[in-house]
């Protein structure tokens, strides 16, 4: 068990770190969008155009990309939105158990499936053709569009960020089951808080 919360914590770490980039990339949304609004209107103003349809697939493709590194942190914080009129009085065992056969018979196997039935589509968007060799890029439609490969790919990157995260959240309900480890040890673990003093 302590090698199963070892690498638990190794991927709260990444999982922290993809939060923490979400995070940033708020301020890159604010900035894009920030910088498009002075250029259009800078532009109407002297005559000149001086943004395209780039700067709003920019907005749009970062704003997704925040969402998708988010994913596995929501988890690992327990953010997600849940109806827990019943759950929220259950005792720290009971909840375990829920989570774990939540986690290993849904969270999971969604994980695994969502990203077979991706993968197909995104390859196709970077160029793949049947023969196995790569073509051209999907692109926007849209006039100045951008490729649309990098942001598809990251599809993928979610469902891996959440499917690691449900690994560490399973690993933690199972140290709770087994007495391993306390309700308040997997509160401390599930915050990054440093270990209480026993």
């Not at 070892?6 to 980039?21: P, Q």
């Not at 259009?40 to 780039?54: E, K, P």
């Not at 006039?143 to 933690?172: N, Y």
Request: glycine letters at 6%.
């Amino acid at each position: 068990m302590t090698a199963l919360l070892r690498l638990s914590s190794g991927i709260d770490r990444i999982t922290e770190l993809a939060g923490t980039i979400a995070r940033y990339l708020v301020l890159v949304i604010v900035a894009v969008g920030f910088l498009n609004v002075v250029a259009r209107y800078s532009g109407r103003f002297i005559g000149m155009r001086l943004t395209s349809n780039a700067w709003i697939e920019i907005q749009w493709y970062v704003y997704s990309v925040m969402f998708f590194m988010a994913f596995g942190y929501i988890l690992k914080h327990n953010v997600n939105v849940r109806v827990d009129f019943f759950y929220a009085n259950w005792s720290a065992r009971r909840r375990a158990w829920v989570d774990l056969i939540g986690t290993m018979f849904f969270l999971i196997p969604f994980c695994l499936i969502g990203m077979y039935v991706t993968f197909n589509p995104v390859m196709l968007s970077w160029g793949q053709l049947p023969d196995g060799s790569f073509g051209t890029w999907e692109i926007s439609p849209d006039p100045d569009g951008l490729p649309r490969a990098p942001i598809k790919t990251m599809i993928i990157v979610a469902f891996a960020l959440l499917l690691l995260a449900a690994l560490s959240h399973a690993i933690k309900c199972l140290a709770l089951l087994t007495g391993y480890k306390t309700q308040e040890a997997m509160d401390e673990l599930a915050t990054n808080a440093p270990p209480a003093e026993t």
